[in-house]
Nanobody, 121 residues
């Protein structure tokens, strides 16, 4: 089993910055991809950013140029640096990992509990 724990959410004014962190722990053999999704009230969950083991990244068009995803493979940790935040970025942000557990060849997907990000003046 594995667990993902996020931190770093909160309230920020428009134009401000926040940094989210997510640590994966448990019986992990390898992590293929880690990233962030978000869901705003009344909207579907959407991919924000993902980073793969080789370092390649993908971003939602709405956050390109403002958000940066990075990871520390040694710490099984993924980060999301969010700059120039807008009210429409308000959502619950959830960490995601596609990983392989020790003793298994199967790939599993895990999700964190989510952290609230509110952008408001």
């Amino acid at each position: 089993q594995a667990q993902l724990v996020e931190s770093g959410g909160g309230l920020v004014q428009p134009g401000g910055s926040l940094r989210l962190s997510c640590v994966a722990s448990g019986s992990i053999f390898s992590i293929n991809a880690m990233g962030w999704y978000r869901q705003a009230p009344g909207k579907e969950r959407e991919l924000v950013a993902v980073i793969r083991s080789g370092g390649s990244t993908n971003y939602a068009d709405s956050v390109k140029g403002r958000f940066t995803v990075s990871r520390d493979n040694a710490k099984n940790t993924v980060y999301l640096e969010m700059n120039s935040l807008k009210p429409e970025d308000t959502a619950v942000y959830s960490c995601y990992a596609a990983l392989t557990l020790e003793g298994s060849d199967a790939r599993y997907e895990y999700w964190g509990q989510g952290t609230q990000v509110t952008v408001s003046s």
